[in-house]
Nanobody, 126 residues
Framework: QVQLVESGGGLVQPGGSLTLSCTAS????????MAWYRQRPGNKRELVAR???????DIADSVKGRFTISRDNAKDTIYLRMERLIPEDTAVYYC?????????WGQGTQVTVDYWGQGTQVTVAS
């Protein structure tokens, strides 16, 4: 068994950047593929990027040139650097590890790409 813990999600404006991290609870050999998937509202979970030693990373066409996957084997961690984010990148992002035919998943981290204003204070006084 292995647990995967993601972090780094949040709210960002279009054109902004985020970096997601996923750390495994135990040693993961570099030959074991690890990946990022995402599930956009109303859609099936889809592969975003996959990394394994000795091969070029697999990157989905929809994010190619904007997203980069990397891996720190010493920390059993993978990263997803996301740049030039667009609203269509809004999704829950999941870390995945496949070992001996078994898929392990993280709990997911929400990424929301949207515009927002600076906020306005409302005070109600009696």
């Amino acid at each position: 068994q292995v647990q995967l813990v993601e972090s780094g999600g949040g709210l960002v404006q279009p054109g902004g950047s985020l970096t997601l991290s996923c750390t495994a609870s135990r040693r993961v050999f570099s030959s074991v593929p690890m990946a990022w998937y995402r599930q956009r509202p109303g859609n099936k979970r889809e592969l975003v990027a996959r990394i394994r030693s000795g091969r070029y990373p697999d990157i989905a066409d929809s994010v190619k040139g904007r997203f980069t996957i990397s891996r720190d084997n010493a920390k059993d961690t993978i990263y997803l650097r996301m740049e030039r984010l667009i609203p269509e990148d809004t999704a829950v992002y999941y870390c995945n590890l496949r070992h001996e035919g078994v898929d392990y998943w993280g709990q997911g981290t929400q990424v929301t790409v949207d515009y927002w204003g600076q906020g306005t204070q409302v005070t109600v006084a009696s």
